[in-house]
């Protein structure tokens, strides 16, 4: 479930054998609790105190909530909750569409946030100094979040994570130096979550936010497992004619993409000046 969360939320925070929950606000689950632990806590609060608030995915077994997937009661006769999924309601919004997973799932994201994460993430992914870093501001932004929690977590043997140092200046001293660049020097090997996009996450916040009732109706669960798999429930694709022409009723502008898939897998070298030239998406 995606959820947003405040200063308010933060701060009325509880602690409890080593977990820590919040209590939030949803249109559509009215006000569950979620639970996490110490070091992710920290993270959020660390983004809330910047931004002013976070949007964050919570898997199912994190949450506590009433088992119900429509507006709460106190919520049924508002208007912009009724609006959802009514003819219209998505006027303007344009979706790339194509399938993942072997063909088995359905992929629907906005062309706007689609640009924006594969921009970021062929930025990052092709990187080869810091300079190249600053082709997006997502992607330095990204690179110093990062830093900052390697200085926050680093000890006597980290090179080049100097005490005293914050994870801004770190980043310009190193990119006044043009030093050299990788995501598993920044990341680390197993840290792909902190920058890599997920196209399946992505279906789901858009799908999910904007038109509930057709996530109700036509969402599945995954069934995927492995060490670093992370499931997320999607559309199937062999619902796709249904689902499109649901999501075309709703004023939706749908443009097929046969390359979303694999740019979420494996950025293209020119990707991010396809998507400045306007030559991606191809219309």
């Known amino acids: 479930m995606i959820i947003r969360v405040t200063h308010q939320d933060v701060e009325g925070a509880e602690h409890a054998e080593g977990r820590i929950y919040i209590t939030v606000d949803t249109p559509m689950y009215g006000r569950p609790r979620v639970w996490m632990g110490p070091e992710s806590f920290q993270a959020l609060r660390d983004v809330v105190g910047r931004?002013?608030?976070?949007?964050c995915e919570v898997p199912e077994e994190q949450m506590q909530r009433e088992d119900r997937k429509v507006a709460p009661?106190?919520?049924?006769d508002n208007k912009d909750v009724e609006d959802l999924d009514e003819?219209?309601?998505?006027?303007g919004a344009v979706v790339l569409v194509d399938v993942g997973d072997g063909g088995?799932?359905?992929?629907?994201?906005?062309?706007?946030?689609?640009?924006?994460?594969?921009r970021t993430y062929a930025t990052l992914s092709h990187a080869g100094?810091?300079?190249?870093?600053?082709?997006?501001?997502?992607?330095?932004?990204?690179?110093?979040e990062a830093?900052?929690?390697r200085l926050?977590?680093?000890?006597e043997d980290d090179e080049g994570l100097e005490e005293g140092v914050s994870a801004r200046e770190l980043f310009d001293r190193r990119l006044a130096q043009d030093a050299s660049f990788s995501t598993d020097a920044v990341f680390g090997e197993e840290g792909w979550r902190e920058w890599c996009p997920d196209h399946r996450a992505a279906t789901k916040r858009f799908i999910r936010g904007r038109a509930p009732r057709l996530w109700e109706r036509f969402s599945q669960g995954d069934g995927g497992w492995g060490i670093d798999y992370d499931p997320v429930d999607g559309l199937p694709a062999a619902d796709q004619d249904q689902i499109l022409a649901r999501?075309?009723?709703?004023g939706c502008e749908i443009l097929p993409c046969p390359e979303l898939d694999h740019q979420y897998g494996s950025p293209d070298r020119n990707l991010t000046a396809r998507i400045d030239a306007g030559e991606w998406p191809t219309k």
């Open 51 to 55: 931004d002013g608030d976070a949007w």
């Open 73 to 76: 009661p106190e919520l049924e």
């Open 87 to 91: 003819p219209g309601s998505l006027a």
């Open 104 to 118: 088995e799932r359905l992929l629907v994201i906005p062309v706007d946030v689609a640009c924006s994460e594969l």
């Open 129 to 144: 100094t810091y300079r190249d870093v600053l082709a997006d501001d997502g992607a330095a932004e990204t690179v110093v």
């Open 147 to 149: 830093l900052g929690r």
């Open 152 to 155: 926050d977590e680093r000890d």
């Open 247 to 250: 999501l075309q009723a709703l």
